[in-house]
């Protein structure tokens, strides 16, 4: 060994955190993870997981090759099984810093990772967990998905927890340094989550307090004091300007986009605003109900502290983003179409929760004859009364003749949201109220409507807060433009009073506006800043890892008309693609719709007399 760098800081949860144990109890689906001594700590191979996975999209563009680990994302790759089973060693940069993806048995072709990861341990022994509720939503009925089975709960530690990372590195290469410090530049900007449902508002970190210590060993004094030291990152020889100088010199490199890999970091948007209430907020934590003695009361970030901040979920919130997003582009859809069979093809958005084994088990029930070739029955299956409604039937091989799917296949909600097949590169964090809100105790009673009187067994009550406001943060990485025309179209239906988010919707509840937008835009060269005015380039702030940023502020009259006249763009793009999409397959086909709660013609006035006839 001929050098040694040790880092050393500290990760604070933003949100809180679920860092899984696999393991479940009597109490919670999935417990956290913890030492022997029941301590709860966050794995080096989680931290080393999530390190090596930024590191392998940044290497490209500072001039590195493209991981192995990204190509079978290809679509144009004919014969996968033999590039895997080559096994040859990848030998690019990544895999020189964190070890050989495909190490090989013959010496000198490739080691052991370079980098040691420690296992990160909170600061406090003492600290408490919390239970946190989950359940899916049907999105016709807007009541909870029972029969996809969407209800959860998991363990979480409370936000500001606090943990020790540290890092050794030995036999660093300067590429290796450099590659190293443009991740941690990433996680110093706040763009670090870690753990389990990150995409639906945990694990959000901040790294803070970041420490560099170097030891050259190529003497014999120098190997002598490290051999000697139990702990030689604690040494008081810090460098203070190590990140900054690799920073920099990974930045001098940094390569243009438009030949690149599109797993490969390109450019973010992050999106904070306040969504502020106008009346009362309803939600329900089923622990905290539990604690306080209601039937329903709200999430917080300490449950013993009566003038502790609320939460909003993240999960929460996705949702109502997702289903109004979808709302808008079925309806778009809806619009262009002029009957059902186009409409089948061109449906934008599947329903998650759809139950890709229900199919399968209708599917085994066909009778089919004995010598019926594969393509009967894929036929037979495409006409079943139940439709390929959810891209997950299809990520999992319902139809068996489709050995890979390709993104072309999969509706553009999945594209964006992702599904439980298929991660998301669109994550929205648990967003928190200012502390000390008012809160209301309301009581509600269901009337019978044949004696007009209480109806038994129906009396709960509930504590709302009185007009909260919430600091939102969304976060997309490697936005397309219509992407983004989607979420704004989106954003400015809450921003109208339109979308309702929480319980007692129907009584007036729950009605947020959208104020103090702020907008940044990372691009890392100037052909990954596509679809927006030119007029946008003078804006840009000083850089943020590779990245340069582009900032847009609401709050300003000139900044806010510029980005709305950038929206405008986007939303065209998102107009143009809606009109343009099209399933590939011509068997992918949606016959029933969950949204419209029945058989698509009825949308279409021509078919709709058909349709009510063969009823």
């Not at 990544?94 to 909170?122: I, Q, T, W, Y």
């Not at 030949?259 to 970091?265: E, K, P, R, S, Y």
Request: with cysteine.
């Amino acid at each position: 060994m001929k050098n040694y760098l040790a880092i050393t800081g500290r990760l604070i949860a933003r949100t809180a955190i679920h860092i899984g144990s696999g393991e479940g109890s009597n109490i919670t689906d999935a417990l956290c993870r913890r030492d022997a001594a029941g301590h709860f700590l966050i794995p080096g191979a989680a931290i080393g997981g999530v390190l090596r996975a930024v590191t392998t999209r940044l290497a490209p563009r500072i001039g590195a090759n493209v991981c192995k680990a990204l190509l079978p994302n290809e679509e144009n790759v004919q014969d996968m099984t033999k590039r895997y089973n080559d096994r040859k060693p990848c030998e690019c940069a990544v895999c020189h810093l964190f070890g050989e993806l495909n190490p090989s048995e013959d010496e000198g072709k490739g080691r052991a990772s370079r980098l040691f990861v420690a296992h990160a341990k909170a600061v406090d022994p003492q600290i408490s967990s919390r239970i946190r509720d989950g359940v899916g939503i049907d999105r016709a009925s807007k009541t909870s998905a029972r029969a996809a089975q969407a209800k959860f709960d998991l363990e979480v530690l409370p936000p500001n927890t606090l943990f020790k990372l540290r890092l050794e590195l030995e036999d660093a290469t300067e590429e290796d340094q450099n590659l190293l410090a443009a991740t941690l530049a990433e996680w110093e900007a706040g763009r670090l989550w870690l753990g389990g449902r990150v995409a639906r508002g945990l694990g959000a970190f901040k790294l803070e307090d970041l420490q560099v210590v170097q030891q050259d060993l190529t003497s014999d004094a120098g190997l002598l004091a490290f051999l000697k030291d139990d702990a030689p990152w604690t040494s008081p020889s810090v460098n203070t300007a190590w990140i900054t100088s690799h920073l920099d010199k990974a930045r001098e490199r940094v390569q243009g986009g438009t030949t690149c890999h599109d797993g490969v970091a390109r450019s973010f948007v992050t999106l904070c605003f306040a969504l502020r209430f106008e009346s009362l907020f309803l939600t329900n934590d089923t622990v905290a109900a539990t604690r306080s003695g209601f039937d329903h009361a709200p999430l917080l970030e300490v449950m013993t502290d009566q003038q502790s901040a609320a939460i909003l979920p993240g999960a929460g919130l996705r949702g109502v983003l997702r289903s109004q997003a979808e709302r808008i582009a079925r309806t778009l859809t809806t619009l262009e179409t002029n009957n059902a069979t186009e409409f089948g093809a061109r449906c934008p958005a599947c329903d998650p929760l759809r139950r890709p084994d229900q199919i399968e088990e209708q599917a085994a029930r066909l009778s089919l004859p004995a010598n019926a070739t594969e393509l009967d029955k894929l036929k037979a299956r495409a006409s079943l009364n139940v439709p390929l409604a959810s891209c997950d039937a299809l990520l999992k091989g319902y139809l068996k003749t489709i050995k890979e799917t390709k993104e072309t296949q999969l509706c553009l909600g999945c594209l964006l949201f992702g599904s439980t097949r298929r991660g998301s590169r669109l994550t929205v964090e648990d967003a928190f109220s200012e502390k000390d809100l008012p809160r209301k105790v309301l009581d509600f009673l269901a009337i019978d409507r044949f004696t007009g009187g209480g109806k038994e067994g129906a009396k709960f009550d509930a504590i709302g807060l009185w007009k909260p406001a919430f600091r939102v943060r969304l976060h997309l990485e490697n936005p397309s433009v219509w992407e983004l025309g989607w979420l704004m179209l989106t954003l400015r239906d809450i921003a109208d009073g339109l979308v309702p988010v929480g319980f007692g919707a129907a009584k007036g509840f729950g009605q947020p506006r959208i104020d103090s937008l702020k907008l940044d835009y990372g691009f890392i060269s100037d052909d990954d800043y596509a679809g927006a005015s030119e007029i946008a380039r003078s804006k840009i702030t000083p850089t943020s890892g590779l990245y340069r940023v582009l900032g847009w502020d609401t709050q300003d009259a000139s900044q806010r008309a510029q980005l709305l006249t950038i929206a405008e763009d986007w939303v065209k793009k998102f107009n143009d693609k809606l009109m343009d999409f099209k399933r590939e397959d011509s068997l992918l086909r949606v016959q029933r719709d969950t949204y419209f709660d029945g058989e698509i013609p009825q949308l279409y006035e021509k078919e709709a007399t058909q349709w009510l006839l063969k009823k």
